[in-house]
């Protein structure tokens, strides 16, 4: 499956297959519906069975746990200030699945669910809505002055009004974009290049052999550049929902 | 992480995914039906991958359900309760140190006004001493020195009592010897012609 009549093929592996036989498919239960089931299992597995020793001084685990749980707190608490604690939950509900489901692709075999516009914009949907909840349930209709900035000339208000609309409703498709367009390009470069091993590695005997790793060496640099941004981009979506939530709690 | 640290069941755990995880992958790997084009991620009108992209959705908002109400009932109050218990603990541990570091600055306290309190009635008494003997002494000297003046004034005026006396006698030997060497020299002589020119003589020589 790694050329098909000469082409690379570097998008099949984004397609959604059913697991679980004739119920999985019943249900739409797929490869991607298990990663984010693997995702949740392993941050709950990590965040519970970490702590359970409560230890004064934590082993590795407990300082896994205990740092993600500060990273996060210490994000939410700089951005939103004191207010931010009831949203930290969230926040790193977000954080933790969109690491873990980024990690999880970069393991052989294993499937990139935020790779998914589908999932990236279901997840931004999410925070649009709930931003935009919270900010109406603090400040009521005073929220929709959040569209025209306090003395700003009024003559501006047809141009401005519309500007502060769209630039709030991009907000959800900018996030998701964002993380799905870094996910997917990630794994076409890695596919394309493990492609360019196979395909010089079984043209030309030992020359092919020898042409193949570089392509390979390239791969191994990508592997490293991609647990970078799969890092990355899951603080990316945190500190944006946080900025966010700012803004709701706070309208500028 | 060191190759001491991976555990036996890491390894056997490890070696048995990456021995099956292909297996499982490739089949899962048959696609079905009329193939994709374009992004599988957009192929929302394709049969099968549009009906598993929706589901997939479906599925993404229960899981992500399940995670934050885990997450925020049960999880995240078990680390922050860690964290708060560490925090209390080493607070706690601080205010002890705290209370020992002010005993014993109370102690040192203490002790410094004691060694003072005993220094300055140490230098009170060393005082006291010094000048008692100090007078002592001073009332020994005056005493001594009166003696001595008493002694130097009698002895004072026993010379003066002996010198008056031989200044007496010098008058009469010197009129004696005058008069003799008168009387051998003219045979005569007056005794108180002689007497007053040997007075003004020793008036003259300042004698008298």
């Known amino acids: ?252 | 992480m060191s190759p001491r640290a991976l555990k036996p069941w890491v390894l056997t755990a490890t070696v048995a995914l990456l021995a099956l995880a292909p297996r499982l992958a490739l089949a899962a790997d048959t696609h079905p039906g009329e193939p994709v084009t374009g992004m599988p991620q957009l192929a929302f009108g394709h049969p099968e991958q549009g009906r598993y992209l929706i589901a997939n959705i479906v599925w993404l908002f229960i899981i992500f359900g399940v995670l934050y109400y885990v997450m925020a009932q049960y999880a995240l109050p078990a680390v922050g309760n860690v964290l708060e218990a560490r925090r209390a603990h080493i607070e706690g541990d601080l205010e002890q140190a705290q209370a020992a570091k002010l005993r014993a600055d109370a102690a040192m306290a203490e002790h410094q006004a004691g060694t003072a309190r005993a220094r300055a009635e140490a230098q009170a008494s060393v005082a006291n001493a010094a000048q008692q003997a100090q007078a002592e002494a001073a009332s020994k000297a005056e005493a001594l020195n009166a003696r001595l003046n008493a002694q130097i004034a009698a002895a004072e005026e026993r010379i003066t009592a002996s010198r008056d006396s031989a200044m007496g006698a010098l008058r009469s030997v010197a009129a004696d010897t005058a008069e003799a060497l008168v009387t051998r020299l003219t045979g005569l002589a007056d005794r108180a012609a002689v007497e007053q020119a040997v007075g003004a003589e020793l008036a003259a020589r300042g004698r008298a």
């Open chain 1, 1 to 252: 499956m790694a050329a098909e009549g000469k082409s690379i093929d570097a998008l099949s592996q984004f397609e959604l297959t059913p697991v679980l036989g004739a119920v999985g498919n019943a249900v739409g239960f797929t490869q991607s519906t298990a990663h984010m089931l693997l995702a949740v299992g392993l941050v709950t597995a990590l965040m519970l069975w970490g702590v359970s020793r409560r230890a004064i001084v934590p082993g590795r685990l407990q300082a896994l746990a205990e740092s993600s749980y500060e990273f996060v707190h210490e994000l939410v608490v700089g951005q939103v200030g004191d207010q931010g604690r009831k949203y930290f939950p969230f926040v790193f509900s977000l954080f933790m699945f969109i690491l873990f489901g980024n990690l999880l692709g970069m393991v052989p075999y294993g499937f990139t669910f935020t790779s998914h516009i589908a999932v990236t914009f279901g997840l931004a949907a999410l925070v649009f809505v709930v931003v935009t909840v919270i900010a109406l349930m603090i400040h009521g209709t005073h929220f929709f002055g959040y569209f025209f900035p306090e003395g700003a000339p009024k003559v501006l208000a047809p141009l401005i009004i519309p500007i502060e609309v769209i630039s709030y409703l991009s907000r959800p498709v900018s996030l998701s974009v964002r993380l799905f367009a870094n996910m997917v390009a990630g794994h076409v470069m890695l596919k394309v290049f493990a492609t360019f091993v196979v395909m010089i590695g079984s043209a030309a005997g030992v020359l092919g052999i020898l042409g193949a790793t570089l392509p390979l060496a390239v791969n191994i640099a990508l592997i490293g550049f991609e647990l970078l941004v799969a890092f990355l981009q899951a603080y990316v979506f945190a500190i944006l929902t946080s900025i966010y939530l700012h803004d709701a709690v706070h309208l500028h």
